[in-house]
């Protein structure tokens, strides 16, 4: 081997030698750096922090948040530890959630609700006895939360329970008893236990129970799956109030007889916008491409803009050639108002990128060179900015080239999210220059992540 092959074999070695320890250092100093605000900062610093440790799901500072929850002070930073272990599924503050629920009256509400948070997320059943026993004891403060969560994590005697709980005297006015025989409602349709569902068959059809009682009684049902509800649903369709045809097009989202779905297929022309609203839901849930007819003629001739862009929403995630080329005829029709156009880009878009990406990047080019077209410029440029593909680099090029600052932003937002070569140079040459303001701030930070 000759002088020069053997230095520069090793000096490449002693590169990415200085290199490997470079970046152990920066990690290094990244993760004393959280060590520190954990021990010493401040408590926005503290929940900053532990917002961030759940955006990224870093478990590794679990240790030194579980020293630090059980010696602060601040309702704040323990409600923030127990949402982040609640996301986590960590059962390590179980034992102080149930603590908390045995006699949870004396301490700070926040606190509470995130306990409730806590064992709900993590099904932990330990804490059942403790909710119970707020349900039956004479405070009133905590009874909604822990109607709740004998919804999401109760046992079969928990729903016999709470029938007895809605059947029985209920302390308060009339208008908090109506709130809370409607929590009991929605918390039964939640357990779905098979053995309420003749007490919520015989409450939604009560003509003389209030309505909204009614109504989430006959969604409760749905959730049950059960088939002997059909008829009753669908009879509860021919109701006058609208919350209860509602709620009746809702439930029956949950089954595919021929008579639950032409009953859906009529809650489009319902005269109520939310009936029509709870069919193009229940299109959706049940991927019924059977009624894109219904779809497409919600979305071009509803009179409520809701209702519009709701179906436009369920067509793109219906996956079908029928539905997606109608939203394409849509974008690509400059007759057709922007605000359409755009919404028909964001579900196809987000739904079938390859599918839409050429006619948003000839319509994008187009709005480039034309000011009267800065608004779909701008919103086409936000929908990018937040898909991750290659193949938005040229477009985002001519979106960074502009002079116009929130168009060259919105470039500067694609490239953030794609981090394209090309564009590597233009953007150390903006985090330089100190004369852009904001722009050189916001480049020089994405640069930093690097």
């Known amino acids: 081997m000759t002088d020069r092959a053997f230095f520069g074999r090793h000096a490449a070695a002693l590169a990415f030698f200085f290199l490997a320890c470079a970046l152990t250092g920066a990690e290094s100093s990244e993760r004393d750096k959280r060590l520190n605000v954990i021990q010493y900062g401040l408590e926005s610093e503290v929940t900053e922090l532990v917002s ?65 948070g806590y064992v709900t997320e993590l099904r932990l059943t330990a804490s059942l006895p403790a909710i119970r026993a707020i349900l039956q004891g004479d405070n009133a403060e905590y009874r909604d939360s822990a109607i709740s969560a004998l919804g999401k994590i109760g046992e079969s005697e928990d729903a016999q329970f709470l029938v007895g709980y809605f059947d029985g005297d209920i302390a308060g006015d009339e208008k908090t008893r109506l709130i809370i025989r409607q929590n009991v409602m929605t918390a039964l349709g939640e357990l779905k236990a098979v053995e309420t569902f003749d007490k919520l068959m015989a409450v939604a059809q009560d003509e003389e129970e209030n309505s909204v009682i009614r109504a989430t009684a006959a969604v409760a049902i749905g959730k049950m799956k059960n088939g002997e509800a059909v008829p009753v649903l669908v009879k509860l369709f021919g109701s006058s109030d609208p919350a209860i045809r509602a709620a009746s097009i809702t439930a029956l989202a949950n089954f ?3 008579e639950a779905v032409s009953t859906i297929v009529e809650g489009f022309k319902d005269s109520y916008y939310k009936v029509r609203l709870e069919s193009i839901k229940a299109a959706q849930t049940m991927k019924a491409s059977d009624m894109i007819g219904s779809l497409t003629y919600r979305a071009e001739h509803d009179p409520v803009k809701a209702v519009q862009l709701a179906a436009y929403e369920t067509l793109g995630t219906l996956h ?131």
Do not use: C, H
Request: glycine share 4%.
């Open 52 to 116: 961030t440790l759940q955006t990224e799901n870093d478990d590794s500072y679990d240790g030194e948040l579980t020293k630090l929850f059980q010696t602060t002070r601040s309702s704040a930073v323990r409600s923030s530890i127990l949402s982040l272990f609640a996301k986590q599924k960590k059962d390590t503050l179980g034992d102080y959630a149930v603590t908390v629920l045995d006699d949870p009256y004396d301490i700070d509400k926040s606190t509470v609700s995130a306990v409730f």
């Open 256 to 258: 595919t007889d021929t």
């Open 320 to 450: 079908t050639g029928k539905a997606d080329e109608w939203l394409k005829d849509v974008f690509v029709n400059e007759k057709k108002s922007d605000e359409l156009r755009v919404k028909a880009s964001s579900v196809l878009l987000k739904e079938n990128f390859d599918f839409i990406y050429p006619d948003v990047e000839r319509v994008a080019d187009s709005a480039l060179k034309d000011d009267k077209k800065k608004w779909l410029r701008y919103e086409l440029g936000k929908q990018l900015a937040s898909i991750e593909s290659q193949k938005t680099e040229k477009l985002a090029e001519s979106y960074f080239s502009q002079k116009d600052v929130q168009t060259k932003s919105l470039g500067l937002d694609m490239f953030a999210k794609n981090r394209y070569a090309s564009m590597k140079s233009q953007i150390q040459e903006l985090a330089a220059d100190e004369k852009q303001g904001a722009l050189q701030r916001r480049a020089k930070a994405i640069l930093d992540k690097d």
